[in-house]
């Protein structure tokens, strides 16, 4: 398997059960030797009292990175956590910010933080947002609509230093059949009427079928030549809908995905859809963002 060469993490702590599945996901990855790991705890001005217990924290987490043999540093910063944190790994050119998708004082039902939904949407690097509990990475699921940013994903992954044995599978979900619209006049202006397509008319279905299956073949070659045998899989539907169901019915534990995919005139894929995974997904997920330009 080809991997990084060099993985420079940038890690948010809070003390959650969060960001301790987070600890144990990084163990648990077949890091390079030269791994960098820099853990990160931003506090506010009325938490100044706590830093005595932030740098406990702070140290007790480095102790359990250090057993998987990268170096650890440190850092207890004043701030806004989410800018903190996207600011840091900028300066230390992280090429993976790792955080938990909710902090201690997450509103019950909510699946998703602050902190976490303003680091996805505005960091340039990959985002790993790790939901507890953590239960290991047995298996991935890399969702992908042939955009560029699904692209660099695929990519992405093929270089991510995942456990041996890993069940990778690769989706593509291709859009529902669409009602066909008519339009008929009548007094004062035209109506709108939608009816349903023959059901003898399935030429659209069948190429964009085709299409999906090329797509996965693509991926899964792309993903092969990195050492990574992968099981396409393509479905039908709403894609949130259809993706996040397969994650609940398969027991995914990483979903992997571009930041955003194809407009929404070119593909069914588009960006509210990560967002969509990132909110209602019950398993971890690895948002990757391709090369930014300046």
Request: charged letters at 20%.
């Amino acid at each position: 398997m080809t991997s990084i060469k060099r993985l420079n993490i940038l890690m948010a702590d809070d003390s959650s059960e969060h960001a301790w599945s987070a600890v144990e996901l990084i163990r648990d990855l077949s890091l390079p030797p030269k791994t960098r790991v820099m853990v990160l705890r931003v506090f506010t001005p009325g938490q100044i009292s706590a830093i005595p217990d932030f740098e406990r924290s702070l140290e007790k987490t480095k102790q359990h990175l250090q057993y998987a043999g990268v170096k650890v540093e440190t850092e207890l910063i004043l701030g806004s956590p989410a800018e903190k944190i996207i600011e840091v790994a900028k300066h230390k050119k992280s090429n993976l910010i790792v955080l938990g998708a909710k902090g201690l004082r997450a509103t019950l039902g909510i699946l998703l933080g602050g902190v976490a939904q303003q680091v996805v949407e505005y960091a340039h690097d990959p985002v790993l947002i790790v939901r507890a509990p953590y239960l290991g990475l047995k298996r991935i699921l890399l969702v992908t609509d042939g955009s560029a940013s699904s692209q660099y994903a695929a990519q992405y992954l093929g270089k991510f230093p995942m456990p041996e044995k890993v069940d990778v599978r690769v989706m593509h979900v291709i859009p529902p059949p669409q009602p066909l619209l008519t339009m008929e006049p009548h007094l004062g202006g035209w109506q709108t009427v939608y009816l349903p397509p023959p059901e003898t008319d399935s030429t659209l279905e069948g190429k964009q079928e085709q299409k999906g299956q090329a797509l996965l073949k693509r991926t899964c070659g792309l993903l092969q030549r990195h050492g990574i045998s992968a099981t396409p899989v393509l479905k039908q539907g709403d894609a949130a809908t259809e993706i996040i169901d397969y994650v609940k019915a398969n027991e995914i534990n990483l979903i992997v995905a571009g930041s955003l995919g194809l407009s929404q005139l070119q593909s069914w894929w588009v960006g509210s859809v990560s967002r969509k995974l990132i909110h209602y997904s019950n398993c971890s997920v690895l948002m990757v963002r391709g090369p930014q330009k300046e």
